[in-house]
């Protein structure tokens, strides 16, 4: 029963909490990391107290809020990240860093389990560059960069995972693409988004809508 | 000063701490809302213990873990949003709906400010459907449907937003999308992304580039 599914006609194929469960692990991260929808695909940058630098690319960054400026970010207990973990808590900065299809494949590749010693900006062949003299380092060849201070982490007790939260320090985007009402246009950058575990893809604008009021339909 | 920023040439914008802090609030909101990349587009259906349904357009859905299959939304504090956590907190069920482009329109219409009284589904014309006759509202129309029941609700102290954590309890796709080693193709569904507060996208795949290995550059 690799691929469970109960399915009135074979178009639809539904699981259930149990189905889940029964599924394979890997069949089952990957089919669970699709279901919430397109993800933002971000290069973690950390370093730790000797300067030693580490980028992971994460796909858990969510908007908490304008004023202040927060932002979340799910930590995963495997390897790769807790160096970026124990980075962010030494230091309490860190970066995130738009990928664009030019840096995609190191991008990608900075995900992979390297050793304590080894920087992935070195591994992969990204550049390390300190907008504001921050003691987080960026990625200098993304097109927006964000410097974040760590307000708070907070566990999350029924998987082990941990909810770091960030304040804005500064942004940097490289490009003329603010609209008249802050909008940013982050599809002229060419920021790619991700689903799943793996699949990346660009984006082509539908349209914008505005704000929705009760009255029009 | 509206559009602060110190450019040492044109094409670079940056905003420090202080910048974002004095920018008008709209225009914070939405330059703030559009710095973590492309986020999901889901429709969160929820109904009272009366069964009076609510329907709102939320982009803050993230994966937190496939085993338990948990997925946390961040709930801001405007009106809208808080019929539907307060129907999330009486029936302890709630639905995610992706959204594709025949009904992006009316997806984005939910997120306007209607009275309690009036259910998003016969203001915007979407239709309601239960799976596995589960207490909270699916949207019909919607091609990749996830029944959740609630964990636990985080209030997040800094802004007064909350971040809550659900379990998946059903899932149905509407769509042989899925491959061999579990990944829901959500691009062949024709799901949206969101980027900043209401600019929709289409998506075209780049590439899967698999799981990475310190090894393989």
């Not at 950390?46 to 796909?59: I, K, P, R």
């Not at 390390?128 to 003691?135: C, I, M, T």
């Not at 974040?148 to 804005?168: A, C, D, Q, S, Y």
């Not at 893809?201 to 505005?210: A, P, V």
């Amino acid at each position: 029963m690799t691929h469970p599914h109960s399915s009135s006609n074979s178009s639809v194929h539904q699981y259930t909490r149990s189905d889940l469960k029964a599924l394979p692990s890997r069949y089952r991260a990957q089919l669970v990391n699709s279901l919430t929808g397109f993800k933002a695909a971000n290069l973690l940058g950390t370093q730790n107290l000797e300067g030693l630098t580490n980028l992971a690319m994460v796909s858990s960054a969510v908007h908490l809020g304008a004023e202040p400026a927060l932002i979340g970010l799910v930590m995963r207990p495997p390897v790769v990240e807790r160096h970026s973990l124990e980075n962010i808590q030494s230091t309490g900065v860190y970066t995130l860093n738009h990928v664009h299809p030019e840096i995609l494949q190191q991008a990608h590749q900075s995900a992979a389990k390297y050793p304590r010693s080894v920087s992935e900006f070195e591994a992969v062949d990204l550049d390390v560059e300190y907008p504001y003299a921050f003691a987080a380092p960026a990625v200098a060849q993304s097109r927006l960069q964000i410097g974040l201070r760590l307000v708070e982490i907070m566990p999350i007790k029924h998987n082990g995972t941990e909810f770091v939260i960030g304040e804005i320090e500064w942004v940097q985007i490289k490009g003329d693409i603010l609209h008249e009402d802050g909008y940013a246009d982050i599809e002229q950058l060419d920021s790619v988004t991700v689903s799943g575990l793996d699949n990346y893809h660009r984006t082509s604008q539908i349209e914008r809508l505005g704000y929705p009021e009760p009255e029009s339909k």
